[in-house]
Structures are given as structure tokens and as C-alpha cells.
């Protein structure tokens, strides 16, 4: 058979230099791909081991390879190394894009479930930054030199906070509260209002942590109106939770009634357990529509839970607040083994509540807080450097999120990028170094102001005049 001539293309020669190399048959184009050590010595691609660890490398770039050899079957040509590494590049890329990274956030929801709640405070994580890379005594009682209580003080401050007579900490709310229901109503029957069944982000349903921890669910009332007859009437000696659930992504608005905590907790039999929860970790007074958790407690709640990452501003977490006796037994439950947290957690949490204790507050609240005027100083800095006739500062409004206050929404700021194509532009921002996540407004992208940190604007700058000059 006569050989046939491919075109001349540069290859990687042993040394991992560029050489010419002329290729007669496909025997000799499958040999003309570099062998895989040769590309990993290569400095654009030895620069992702650090990114993505080494062994994930090697599987992308000889999972390139092995694309190359298809293409090399389907189009019968050569290719070059400039064009492998590209690709190896590109690949690498894709791959890193799926670890965590810093994201700017410009959707105008403080505490945004994906893109992983509330941030925590940069004092907060250097102090707990220290803990963290020695030992600690989170199970040692330095007085008595002997095993001591973990994360007392956490529980000590979460309790101080909400006006509690004891705490617990568990990995997130929706393990609060199927540890609470576990321990306290397995093969019993728990009273929920229909109107507060409801599905909270991924997955967490009320009726499906009912049923997983063996109780039995006793829906009461209406979607609009529930009544404390209602509660009351539907009590059987198997009844051994009223439990309250706050909405959290939804509002009920227009002829609705329901008895508050205080009301249930006056007209309850004494041997039933009644159980908030309260979701979003609002501790203090001042965020319209929540209700604290310290109101909860005061008002005769006996166990309340809520997240530790939402509005509260801490780290992943789920905290029961309540009745000591209750707490104590929610302690020893061999569920709690499985659900309780390490020095991380704890550490992170411990500086939050000491920040909250302070009235220093967390960035997210810092968030909600912040003036029109405020944000309209960052937004001209912004336009000002830029500096281009498709941007504009628009009025737009802000949530808190988390599953807080569903209804209510603060005044706020956004650029406007007018755009022929926002999805794609909108797509180029996520895909910078540090990516700017943002909403897409018809023939627009809207980069709102509510979420975004004064130090964060430089980067924002930057993304906008390269996504303007491209
Ligand atoms: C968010 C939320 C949960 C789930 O909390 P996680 O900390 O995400 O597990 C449960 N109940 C309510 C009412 C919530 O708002």
C-alpha cells in the first residue's frame, strides 16, 4: 500500500522541544502525539497540579489524548503540540471550574444557598484560623485535666443569645430537627399546620423528615387559616409534638390566621412538647418579618432550632436552643454521635456568637444594612472607572434570603450593562478567574449592588472594561 503524505506540522521531541516532522502513514500520526509525561513536563500545564491535584491532571490530559486520537482517525491529520496543549488547557480549565473558589456575588440575595450562604467575618476566620492548625481542648477540661464537655462555651453563648436554658449544636437545621423528632415523637404523632408543610431548597421536606424519623404526622387546618381548636382538637394520647414551621420561602398574605407561639404554648397540655422551627437563625429584633429566636423561647417554645449559616452569618451549622432536661436528652440520643461537630464548626460558630454578643454584627447583616447612598458611592466608582455610554446605576431591590422574610425586600442598587447578548455576556463574567455572578433583565445584565463588598468593586472594574473592550 502506498504510503500516504500528511501535511507537516511541529511536534514534541524527547527532549520536549518544538521539532518539524513530516508523517507518511497514520501509524506515524498516532505517533506524532506526545506521550502524556511529555505534556505533564510541560510549565502551562504542570501549573494545575497545585489547582486540581496531579493524578486529576493526568486523567484530563490523557483523556485529551485519547480525543486526539479519535480526531486523528476522523479527519486524518496532524496536530500540533500548540493545539494539544490548548486543548489539555481548556480541559484542566473545566475541570477547576467545578472546585470552590471566591465568587462575587451581584444577585442582590445576601444569603444565597448556592452560592454558600452567608460569608463569615474575616476576623471570625483568622481567630479560628489558629484553633484550626493546632490542638485544641474541645473535649478537655483544663481545670480538671480530665475529658470535658465539647463545645460547651458555643452552647453557653447560643444559649446566652437566645435566653435559653441550653444549647446544642448539630451540622445543619434539617438534622436539628430530625434528631428533635427522633428522640422525642418515634411511633408518636406530631401536629404540623397544613399551611406550614412545606419544602425548604433541596429536598428538605417537612412531611419526609417527619416520616424518616418514625413519627407520624397529624396535619391540622387549612392552607390559609389554622386555628388553636384545630391544634387542640386533634390531640390523641399518642400526641407528642406541636410543631412550628417557619415558612421560609413563601408568604401567606391576605385572610390568613394562625395562633403564635405564645397562644400554643398557653393552651397545650403540659406533656406536650412544642417545637419551633425557626429556620433562618434571626436573632435580633430588627429584620422585619422574623421573629427572633429569643421571642420563640420567651414566649414558652421548648425547643427551638434554626441554621447557623443563613441569617445568623456563621458557619454551616444547625443550633437547638430550649428546656435543659430536653437538651440533655437530645445529647445522649445516639443519632446526636452521628450529627455533632468538630473544632471547625465549633471554632467558626464561637466567634460569630462573640461578634453578635458584641453587637458587632456579620457581613450579610452588614449587608442588609447598608444605605442606598452607600451603595450609589460604589456604583459611581464603578461607572467612573469604567466609563462607557452601556452602563447605567437603576434602582433595584435586595433580599435577605436564606429562607428569611420571603415578602420583604430592601431598596438597592444595580449596574445596568446593556447587552445584545446578556446570556452570553452574563456567561463570560462566570467564567473569570474570580467570577461575577449576576441576573440577566431582558436586553440587559444586572449587576446588583446589595451584596457586594466596597473591596470587591476593583474586580468588578476589571471584569466590565474587558468584557466592554472584548
Ligand atoms: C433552611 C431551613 C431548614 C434547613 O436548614 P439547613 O441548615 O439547610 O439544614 C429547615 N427548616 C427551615 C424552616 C429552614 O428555613
Known amino acids: 500500500m502506498a504510503p500516504a503524505v500528511f501535511k507537516t506540522v511541529g511536534c ?54 485519547q480525543l486526539f486520537r479519535s480526531r486523528i482517525e476522523s479527519e486524518q491529520r496532524a496536530f500540533s503540540p500548540e493545539e494539544i496543549i490548548e486543548e ?22 445576601i444569603i444565597h444557598t448556592n452560592l454558600g450562604r452567608a460569608p463569615l467575618s474575616a476576623k471570625s476566620w483568622q481567630e479560628a484560623g489558629r484553633l484550626n492548625t493546632s490542638y ?6 483544663l481545670s480538671s485535666g480530665k475529658r470535658g464537655k465539647r463545645s460547651s462555651f458555643t452552647t453557653e453563648l447560643l444559649s446566652r443569645l437566645c435566653g435559653s436554658e441550653s444549647a446544642l449544636v448539630v451540622n445543619n437545621n434539617a438534622a436539628a430537627v430530625f434528631l428533635i423528632l427522633s428522640t422525642f415523637a418515634r411511633r408518636k404523632e406530631v401536629i404540623v399546620s397544613r399551611s406550614e408543610l412545606v419544602q425548604i431548597g433541596g429536598g428538605f421536606r417537612i412531611p419526609d423528615i417527619l416520616a424518616s424519623s418514625g413519627a407520624k404526622l397529624v396535619e391540622v387546618g387549612t392552607t390559609n387559616i389554622t386555628t388553636i381548636d384545630d391544634y387542640l382538637e386533634a390531640i390523641t394520647d399518642r400526641t407528642a409534638v406541636v410543631l412550628k414551621v417557619h415558612r421560609s420561602n413563601f408568604a401567606l398574605r391576605g385572610f390568613t390566621e394562625e395562633p403564635s407561639t405564645r397562644t400554643l404554648a398557653a393552651h397545650l397540655p403540659p406533656n406536650i412538647l412544642l417545637v419551633v422551627d425557626q429556620g433562618s437563625g434571626v436573632l435580633s429584633s430588627d429584620i422585619k418579618g422574623e421573629t427572633p429566636v429569643s421571642s420563640h423561647i420567651r414566649d414558652g417554645a421548648h425547643l427551638v432550632s434554626f441554621s447557623a449559616d443563613k441569617a445568623l452569618g456563621s458557619v454551616q451549622g444547625g443550633c437547638i436552643v430550649g428546656n435543659g432536661d430536653l437538651v440533655a436528652k437530645l445529647a445522649t440520643h445516639p443519632l446526636y454521635r452521628t450529627m455533632r461537630v468538630g473544632k471547625t464548626v465549633s471554632s467558626l460558630l464561637e466567634a460569630s456568637l462573640i461578634d453578635h454578643l458584641n453587637g458587632v454584627g456579620t457581613p450579610a447583616l452588614a449587608f442588609a444594612r447598608r444605605s442606598v ?53 452574563a456567561q463570560v463574567l462566570r467564567s473569570r478567574e474570580v467570577p461575577i455572578i449576576t441576573t440577566v433583565v431582558k436586553g440587559a445584565i444586572h449587576l446588583n449592588l446589595g451584596a457586594l463588598a466596597p473591596e470587591e468593586a476593583g474586580t468588578v472594574i476589571s471584569a466590565l472594561k474587558d468584557l466592554l473592550e472584548a
Open 136 to 141: 485544641t481542648n474541645l473535649e478537655f477540661d
Open 12 to 65: 514534541i521531541n524527547s527532549s520536549g522541544r518544538f521539532d518539524s516532522c513530516l508523517f507518511r502513514t497514520m501509524n506515524e500520526l498516532y505517533a506524532s502525539l506526545p506521550q502524556v509525561e511529555t505534556l505533564l513536563q510541560q510549565d502551562r500545564i504542570e501549573v494545575w497540579f497545585s489547582r486540581i491535584s496531579r493524578p486529576v491532571a493526568v486523567d484530563v490530559v490523557r483523556e485529551t489524548l
Open 373 to 425: 447612598e452607600e451603595l450609589a458611592a460604589i456604583g459611581h466608582t464603578i461607572l467612573g472607572a469604567v466609563a462607557s455610554s452601556r452602563l447605567s446605576l437603576v434602582e433595584e431591590t435586595m433580599t435577605l434570603g436564606g429562607g428569611s422574610t420571603p415578602d420583604e425586600s430592601l431598596p438597592s442598587l444595580a449596574i445596568r450593562l446593556a447587552s445584545a447578548k446578556p446570556n452570553r455576556d
Open 88 to 109: 489539555c488547557v481548556a480541559a484542566l480549565d473545566a475541570v477547576y471550574q467545578r472546585r470552590l473558589k471566591p465568587v462575587i456575588n451581584c444577585t442582590g440575595v
